[in-house]
């Protein structure tokens, strides 16, 4: 499908429709083979109308679910979560950052707090499940006839190459998508999905997340998912 891709860029063709499906396919064999990666995660959604401030979170993620996360930059900087599944009895523990950062709670993923300002649970974080959500809505779509599907050329993003492809679901309140028009980042030389946006009809942003400073070789441990780690403030 990349092949295919370039050989379309090549010549011009960025209207051109690549299969959706194939695509996904290949998309999913490059993620199969990834146990772990370290990044910066950018995050900005539009909850109940208002779109957020953007979020900056230093991100390690262990397949096939443990996850930590710390925010670097405003409005949370400071905070910190942590998740392993069977861990905690299944809960999250987080703190917030500046005079908060001493209280320490454990949280069901699905505590309304934790959702207050969120369109999705935390634990659906993470490059997987970026591409997951992907593909639940294209395979939803070209089940019932109704996506478009189609590459807009290449972008330098994050210090990396990548395909920029633009992913529109015409009936998206007859389906229940998760919006209207997708424009996905895949990374050209690993095959990853680095960042999604994702647009109603109205052409307003819903959601951005992005994966900056992806590293897809880290040596991820269980001491990067202990809530004693040193560096850590749990």
């Known amino acids: 499908a990349l092949f295919m891709l ?42 109940a109308g208002k779109l957020l401030p953007k979020e900056t979170i230093r991100l390690k993620y262990r397949k096939p679910s443990s996850l930590y996360m710390k925010w670097i930059r405003s409005p949370y900087k400071g905070s910190e979560l942590l998740y392993v599944p069977g861990w905690n009895e299944n809960q999250v523990r987080a703190h917030r950052g500046g005079i908060l950062r001493f209280i320490t ?18 634990t659906s974080t993470g490059i997987g499940y970026l ?21 807009r050329g290449e972008e330098t993003l994050y210090g990396r190459n990548t395909w920029v492809l633009e992913v529109v ?7 229940d998508h998760d919006g209207y028009r997708f ?13 999604i946006r994702v647009s109603d009809l109205d052409n307003q942003l819903i959601e951005d997340y992005g994966y900056d400073n992806l590293n897809l070789d880290a040596r991820l441990t269980d ?12």
């Open 169 to 175: 679901f015409p009936n998206q309140r007859l389906l």
């Open 131 to 151: 591409l997951e959500t992907v593909a639940i809505n294209i395979r939803k779509a070209l089940k019932a006839g109704e996506v478009e599907f189609s590459v």
């Open 6 to 47: 370039a050989a379309m860029a090549a010549h011009g063709e960025a209207t051109d429709k690549p299969d959706p499906e194939e695509w996904l396919v290949e998309a999913e064999a490059a993620y199969d083979k990834v146990t772990g990666y370290t990044a910066v995660f950018y995050k900005q959604q539009r909850v």
């Open 183 to 195: 424009v996905i980042n895949q990374d050209v030389e690993s095959k990853i999905l680095i960042r």
């Open 223 to 234: 001491a990067d998912f202990d809530p004693e780690n040193p560096e850590y403030h749990f």
């Open 105 to 122: 709670r454990n949280l069901d993923p699905g505590n309304p707090g934790l959702l207050a300002d969120n369109l999705r649970p935390v």
